[in-house]
């Protein structure tokens, strides 16, 4: 039938399109790409609690599931466009033209965008439109069904529409191999080495870990850290071209790059850190060992105005996150991190720049990729999740965890260990407690702990009985207070309520 035709001739169409689309991104913009940058902007546009209840469904595989969503919803409208081509020309051409001018509009509306970055889109919107009005051209040309030129025009035509495409997907291909940029940032990574540091890490006790099988390690590898942020496209940054500005309500601007950064009396710590969006028992959550220099060293020789509440931080890719200015001023380990768990800082973890801010969410404290940080306040300035709804200081709230035994795992009645991890940052885990259906609370045992700024494992023997059992957990932070039972969403700045499993013990 000629409109599923007219279909394929679509798809083939915007497939080129983005392959031209992929090859100028790589020559003029290598940030810029139409995918890329419209998913940007959608994660920029949603409200909040869309991107909470993403994150709560796939987890840290968000941003692959957007961006496997905008390829469909391609896919789906150059198909329609084929369609309205065939039977209304121009009207698919137009809804390519504006399908391009959007990618355009996105690119040009990015933080530090220049009018290079709609290039790409511009790019593939005329090639998709040309390829299009020539593949429905040869459609509305062709000779009658049932004759045998019929026969041949549409063979002619699957070879041209397949070979379209197939120079599309080469294109995309050959788009991100051009990207030398980004091979040169992975070799400048490859190529450095973390200095040592000035003052080590506290060695992390023996007992910290009870290496108990399904409870998470005491320090979280890298490559299992969560990951959540807005950048669909991670930033690649040439160590070479980094620098940091502190600007603001200071006495003196200063300008950091990273040579001088790393020639600075580094120092480790152990930290803790957790997302907002974390729900009660989530794994949003990890433990390293960081390599860094303490940020309130930088705004003590920028000389920090005395009205000052705040500083906003700013990424590569334009997000924003308003730090109390108290946390990075104080004795905590608030650093500018260069290094994660005895490597350079991975490049979806911040290369070659990171916050790491202990006793904070992320969403007010862990920006990635730095540049920039302003001393302001907060009646001057408002950062991205809090033009979003989410709360201004965002201090971790004390909560645990259940992580053994997990659901549906097969039990005999007997001990039964029920492990999991603690945390009420900047202040330690003085106990905790473990509930077996509405019975007396018991003390759990504790590790040893690293610090108060790192989460803190705990065991409870269980004389299990068969049946099916609910479990919770509650913990006590370093001052005596306990973590709370009342049940809170993550919105507006984290969630609350006694982590609880429900298990069946077979006889």
Not at 13 to 31: D, H, K, R, Y
Not at 180 to 205: E, H, N, Q, T
Not at 454 to 476: E, L
């Amino acid at each position: 039938m000629p409109w599923r035709l007219a279909a394929l001739a679509g798809i083939a169409s915007a497939v080129a399109g983005l392959g031209a689309a992929e090859l100028a991104a790589a020559l003029f913009a290598p940030t810029a790409g139409p995918i890329v940058v419209v998913g940007a902007l959608v994660i920029d546009l949603v409200p909040g609690w869309v991107k909470d209840v993403v994150v709560q469904l796939f987890g840290t595989d968000d941003k692959a599931v957007l961006l496997v969503t905008l390829v469909v919803l391609v896919l789906v409208l150059a198909a329609l466009a084929g369609v309205l081509e065939l039977v209304r020309s121009p009207i698919g051409r137009i809804l390519v033209i504006l399908a391009g001018l959007l990618g355009a509009f996105a690119g040009l509306t990015r933080a530090g965008a220049s009018p290079l970055d709609a290039a790409p889109s511009v790019v593939g919107m005329i090639a998709a439109a040309v390829l299009l009005a020539v593949l429905v051209k040869r459609l509305q040309n062709a000779p009658r069904p049932g004759t045998p030129e019929a026969g041949i025009d549409r063979r002619r035509f699957l070879v041209v529409a397949g070979s379209a495409t197939a120079l599309g997907i080469l294109a995309v291909i050959g788009g991100q191999l051009l990207a030398a940029g980004s091979r040169a940032v992975d070799a400048a990574r490859a190529m450095f080495r973390l200095p040592a540091p000035a003052k080590a890490a506290p060695p992390i006790p023996s007992g910290a870990d009870f290496r108990i099988e399904g409870l998470a390690p005491i320090v979280t590898p890298n490559e299992s850290f969560y990951r959540i942020d807005t950048a669909l496209q991670v930033p690649r940054i040439d160590p070479a071209d980094w620098s940091l500005r502190i600007t603001g309500m200071v006495d003196t601007e200063v300008t950091l790059g990273f040579d001088e950064l790393v020639a600075l009396p580094l120092e480790e710590s152990t930290t803790t850190l957790t997302c907002v969006s974390n729900e009660i028992g989530g794994d949003l959550i990890g433990n390293a060992t960081w390599l860094g220099y303490p940020i309130r060293e930088l705004l003590t020789r920028a000389g920090v105005h005395a009205d000052a509440d705040m500083v906003l931080s700013t990424s590569e890719d334009g997000w924003t996150a308003s730090t109390p200015i108290e946390a990075l001023t104080d004795d905590r380990n608030a650093i500018l991190a260069v290094g994660m768990n005895g490597e350079p800082l991975p490049l979806e973890h911040g290369f070659p720049v990171r916050m790491v801010v202990p006793g904070l969410y992320g969403y007010v404290s862990a920006t990635k990729w730095v540049r920039t940080l302003e001393v302001t306040r907060f009646d001057r300035h408002v950062a991205y999740w809090q033009e979003r709804g989410w709360g201004e200081r965002g201090p971790i709230k004390t909560a645990s965890r259940i992580d053994v035994p997990k659901r549906g795992q097969p039990l005999t009645a007997g001990t039964i260990t029920v492990a999991g991890v603690a945390w009420a940052q900047h202040t330690g885990i003085r106990g905790v407690e473990v509930q077996v259906d509405d019975g007396a609370w018991q003390a759990a045992t504790l590790a040893d702990a690293i610090s108060a700024d790192t989460w803190r494992q705990w065991r409870y023997d269980w004389p299990a009985t068969s049946g099916a059992h609910s479990i919770r957990a509650r913990a006590t932070d370093g001052n005596g207070i306990v973590q709370t039972s009342a049940v809170a969403g993550v919105l507006p700045d984290g969630a609350t309520g006694y982590p609880e499993i429900s298990v069946t013990v077979g006889g």
